[in-house]
């Protein structure tokens, strides 16, 4: 058999520009997952996943394949207590100072309607936010939660009604110990005129309709609901709240951020 010469290896080329790449790698990969919940069972879903590393200057190219690489070696499933352990291979493989990995996938809770009782499975999007700079990791939670708003300027004004809308809020949080993701999210619902729900019969339509009445709240009533119980929180020690109105009386939506660091 003939001597195949070595093929090249372009990545590790040196580069004259002697410019650093921040971050450099694979973004959209979809991959298996599964994510401990409250209740420490186990709920299986599908991330859509990015890795990247630093490239220092006299680098050419990264090697693409060995982000895969690094997430194959975990078997078919990736345990999302695995990640600061992928992040630390990541740097070792790639002789990278930072690795980042993020992980956004929809995550399940069965809701049980108000009046009737009836069970279904609400779904809301959850985000991992992970990074290393040489031994320091960083973890960020985010999740983005619908939820029910009415006007309290239209109630106020109004002879009979008020208008309402869908709005979504997105809480990302650092914290010291576990914050789990259904808690989050019950805050988030909470501050909300009301909470929104897969399955309902008419009795829930009802009270559902008229607690959202009961309880009007402006985008910035709900972002100010929402960090004070973030305050209160004993584990969480930076947040960043937003929450979106998409207005039902106008072609834009209303929109409030407040952000502790």
Known sequence: MKNLAPLADQQNLPDHRQIKIDQVGVKGLRYPIQVRDKAHSIQNTIATMSMTVDLPQEFKGTHMSRFVEVLNSHGSLVHVENISTILFELQNKLHAEAAHLTMEFPYFIEKTAPVSGAKGLVDYQARFEASVLKKELDFLLTVIVPVTTLCPCSKAISA?????????????????????????????????????????????????????????????????????????????????????????IHNHSAYACIVKK
Not at 194 to 222: C, G, M, W
């Open 160 to 248: 009979y009604g008020a208008h309402n809308q869908r709005g979504y809020v997105t809480v990302s949080i650092r914290f010291i110990n576990t914050v789990w993701i259904e808690e989050l999210i019950s805050i988030i619902e909470s501050s909300a005129s009301s909470e929104i729900f897969s399955l309902l019969k008419r009795p829930d339509e009802k009270q559902v309709t008229e607690r959202a009445y009961d309880n009007p709240v402006f985008v910035e009533d709900l972002v100010r609901n929402i960090a004070l119980k973030l305050n209160e929180h004993p584990e969480i020690t930076s947040y960043k709240v937003e929450a979106e109105n998409m207005e039902s």
